[in-house]
């Protein structure tokens, strides 16, 4: 079986990324499932090119783009990943984190502790993360509160 590969991200990748973060499987599993407009996403993908604390990498398999791979190095070296909906659920998640976690090796040795946010929907992740060596640290809390009906 061939090795996966990182790749940095250009702004070439800008509408593959943004047709792949607005699918319906991969939204259901992201922190904000709303479907993303272009201008709004070119202008964060633009800056986050940028931005000396944030990678964004590519996965490619046989030269063919799988997935995304993010590190976020300004908030705990926050890790986040996903793939290329059509490859969901054919096992590329734990190979895209491990290769992640390689190219932080690599490129990156001062770095030597990650974290990473999962929705706890997403028992897939869960199960990556945690077969990676990460150690659940706690759980949070969020409601929603309905203030149209405010108390005189």
Do not use: C
């Amino acid at each position: 079986m061939s090795k996966m590969t990182l790749r940095p991200a250009t702004l070439e990748d800008s509408e593959l990324i943004f047709s792949w973060r607005n699918s319906e499987l991969v939204r259901r599993q992201s922190f904000n499932p709303q479907i993303m407009h272009f201008e709004n996403h070119q202008a964060w993908f633009e800056k986050s090119l940028q931005n000396k604390n944030r990678f964004i990498l590519i996965a490619e398999l046989h030269k063919e783009p799988l997935g995304v791979f993010r590190l976020d190095t300004l908030t705990n070296n926050e890790v986040s990943l996903f793939l290329n909906p059509s490859v969901i659920g054919k096992g590329y998640g734990e190979s895209l984190l491990e290769a992640g976690i390689t190219w932080i090796r690599e490129n990156l040795p001062h770095i030597s502790h990650l974290e990473a946010k999962v929705m706890p929907t997403n028992i897939a992740s869960t199960k990556i993360f945690e077969k990676q060596g990460f150690i659940k640290k706690f759980i949070s809390y969020e409601k929603v509160i309905d203030n149209k009906e405010r108390l005189l």
